[in-house]
């Protein structure tokens, strides 16, 4: 009884010194209070189950979280309103992030805090940044319950609305590629990690065949247009492209002028960090939208074929130096990548595009890149005089030169990738004008003619050619 009526009286003496905290002190500092006495009060034990709900029950105020993930996607309102808090006056802030933008004239400052305080119509609320033991952040809005409306009605409205509008002025196109599964969750790394994107590449730069240029534009602006299209017609807003080519011919500078023309962030899927079906799809639903999804060399990325061949106690070397098992080799089987391209999981997001890149078009399974799957193939092949013509702008500032007809005779008979071509106009020293870097050009066209008529010349069959081979020895000598 007694034990009963000294936790009563203390309950008592409790909600008399609550009464006074909310007449003597202003807002910020009734909360720094109550999370005081909350923490006091949960240490005694006898109350500790029913502390949450005591405290709920007679405080005020209201929090809403919203975390940086919600299962294994990322919520796009944690985006907006870090970028709105980050964006704030930052004149009677205690702790600020300075950051240069590339070829920026200054410093950009931003608040570097974990709680802010904002207002909004008369009305005052307090933003915390929490940080879970994996790494993964929550923002926790707290405010009165009293301004309830207001702030689940417009503030909150109004924050995601500031921060996409501030995101699209400054918005700094990114490069993202997937950590090993194995450290998803440790050392605070998520699914992915980012640099600023800055490649220089464009269509007005790409070299290749003009009407093929203005066939891919097309395409690309009826993809980026298409909201209403690709929902009137069913199908999820995502396209694929394959780009396959000899080595050299700007597979890589082709994605880098797509993003740059669209204005989409690029992933770069390694595969071999992926351990399986599951794992994948997990990283398909971490991206955003209006985005690249790329995986280059697809032929060489994983065997796909399902004919693993596997060996006891096989080692293999991982990216960070370690030494892992069988069990660390990826299993991504030729069916998961098929549902991440077009399955059920591919329509898990809007305005997307999915690019594979293969130097060897022949080697890929007919399931991966039939129609539908890669909406469009692109053949990057090699030089042509119209590629060369964009080459020689670029690198030498040239639209026509005498020695123009020459290389146009010898880009008809040899192979040579777009590459290659620029090594040779590209200026070494400032000795070299334009005249000498096109001399150059030629000589390295005429020294292929001569290595691809001897081939040409070549018997096929191996006995012939083995005579044959002998035959020129012989007659060297």
């Not at 992030?97 to 931003?110: I, N």
């Not at 405010?143 to 700094?172: C, L, M, N, P, W």
């Not at 290389?407 to 777009?418: Q, R, Y």
């Not at 191996?462 to 012989?474: D, H, I, L, Q, R």
């Amino acid at each position: 009884m007694m034990m009963g009526n000294t936790f009563g009286s203390s309950l008592a003496s409790l909600f008399f010194l609550w009464a006074t905290i909310q007449q003597i002190f202003p807002n910020h500092l009734r909360i720094a209070i109550k999370e005081f006495l909350i923490s006091t009060i949960q240490q005694l034990s006898f109350v500790q189950r029913f502390s949450d709900r005591f405290i709920n029950f007679f405080s005020p105020y209201v929090e809403i979280s919203f975390s940086q993930y919600e299962d294994y996607q990322f919520n796009h309102a944690f985006a907006a309103i870090e970028t709105y808090l980050g964006a704030k006056a930052t004149d009677k802030a205690k702790h600020l992030r300075a950051s240069q933008v590339k070829e920026s004239k200054g410093l950009v400052l931003k608040r570097d805090e974990t709680k802010v305080r904002d207002e909004y119509e008369g009305g005052t609320v307090w933003w915390e940044m929490e940080t879970d033991s994996t790494g993964y952040r929550t923002f926790k809005l707290t405010f009165h319950r009293r301004s309830r409306d207001i702030v689940t009605d417009s503030y909150i409205k109004y924050v995601f609305e500031e921060g996409k509008s501030i995101q699209a002025k400054s918005k700094q196109m990114k490069l993202f590629t997937n950590n090993p599964s194995s450290h998803w969750g440790t050392s605070k790394k998520s699914f992915w990690r980012y640099i600023d994107f800055e490649h220089p590449a464009s269509f007005h730069t790409l070299a290749m065949d003009t009407k093929k240029k203005e066939e891919i534009l097309n395409d690309l602006a009826a993809f980026s247009n298409g909201k209403e299209y690709y929902k009137k017609i069913g199908k999820a807003w995502k396209r694929g492209y394959l780009l396959h080519g000899p080595p050299g011919t700007g597979k890589s500078t082709m994605i880098a002028a797509m993003a740059n023309h669209l204005n989409y962030s690029i992933y770069d899927l390694e595969l071999t960090a992926i351990r399986n079906n599951s794992e994948l799809r997990k990283l398909l639903t971490a991206t955003s939208s209006k985005s690249i999804i790329v995986i280059e060399d697809i032929d060489c990325s994983l065997d796909l074929t399902g004919k693993r061949k596997k060996e006891k106690n096989l080692m293999t070397s991982r990216e960070d130096g370690e030494q892992g098992t069988e069990e660390d080799k990826s299993f991504v089987t030729l069916s998961g990548l098929l549902n991440f391209i077009d399955g059920i999981w591919s329509a898990c997001g809007q305005e997307r595009i999915i690019i594979f890149t293969t130097n060897h078009f022949e080697k890929l399974d007919p399931a991966l890149i039939r129609r539908g799957r890669m909406d469009m193939h692109i053949e990057l092949s090699y030089c042509s005089f119209e590629a060369f013509k964009i080459l020689a702008k670029n690198y030498l500032d040239l639209d026509t030169h005498p020695l123009f007809k020459k290389i146009e005779s010898l880009l008809k008979e040899t192979k040579i990738a777009p590459a290659d071509v620029a090594e040779n106009l590209m200026k070494k020293n400032t000795e070299i004008d334009a005249d000498g870097s096109l001399k150059d050009l030629i000589q390295a066209l005429e020294g292929k003619k001569k290595i691809h008529g001897a081939q040409v010349d070549e018997p096929k069959d191996k006995y012939t050619k083995k005579f044959y081979k002998a035959f020129c020895m012989s007659s060297k000598a």
